[in-house]
């Protein structure tokens, strides 16, 4: 019979999270709302110790459907009411962020309705700008909005 070695395990147990970071995924949902001249609302917030635009959106609470939360994130960051038409991207790899080095996100983008101007800000966002598709500042982009970008361009052809 083959000895259990408690002194071993225990080791093992205190010393492994030491050597080993396990990456945790984060799910965002995001908006992509349009304006009649063609141009994209962006959010500019921080994120890390970087200022960067992206969409208005965020992380999903528990409990809540992708719906439930994007609807909430657009109130929150921008104090309107959404109707969402359909999802129009899901991010093809996980993306690493240099200031979160064991997490990778994974984003969902929405095509969205509203009829109500962006009339609050959260504390977390800095301003909003309509940006039309050839001039996104992709250089202050996190990659994974980036890819999506690649993407929405190609499809309406910039």
Not at 24 to 39: D, F, K, P, S, W
Not at 45 to 66: H, L, R
Request: aromatic residues 12%.
């Amino acid at each position: 019979m083959k000895q259990y070695n408690f002194k071993k395990q225990l080791l093992l147990l205190l010393f492994l999270p030491v050597y080993i970071k396990a990456d945790t995924i984060r799910l965002g949902v995001y908006a992509v709302i349009t304006n009649q001249n063609n141009e994209i609302l962006l959010t500019k917030t921080q994120s890390g110790s970087k200022v960067i635009y992206n969409f208005p959106g965020g992380g999903i609470d528990s409990g809540e459907s992708f719906a439930q939360a994007l609807k909430r994130e657009c109130l929150e960051e921008l104090g309107i009411n959404i109707t969402i038409s359909k999802r129009i991207f899901s991010s093809q790899n996980l993306y690493p962020h240099k200031d979160f080095p064991y997490s990778r996100m994974f984003n969902l983008y929405y095509l969205v309705q509203t009829d109500e101007l962006a009339n609050a800000l959260a504390d977390d966002c800095i301003d909003i700008a309509w940006v039309s598709l050839d001039n996104l500042p992709l250089d202050e982009m996190l990659d994974v909005d980036k890819e999506f970008v690649k993407f929405y361009q190609s499809e309406i052809q910039v």
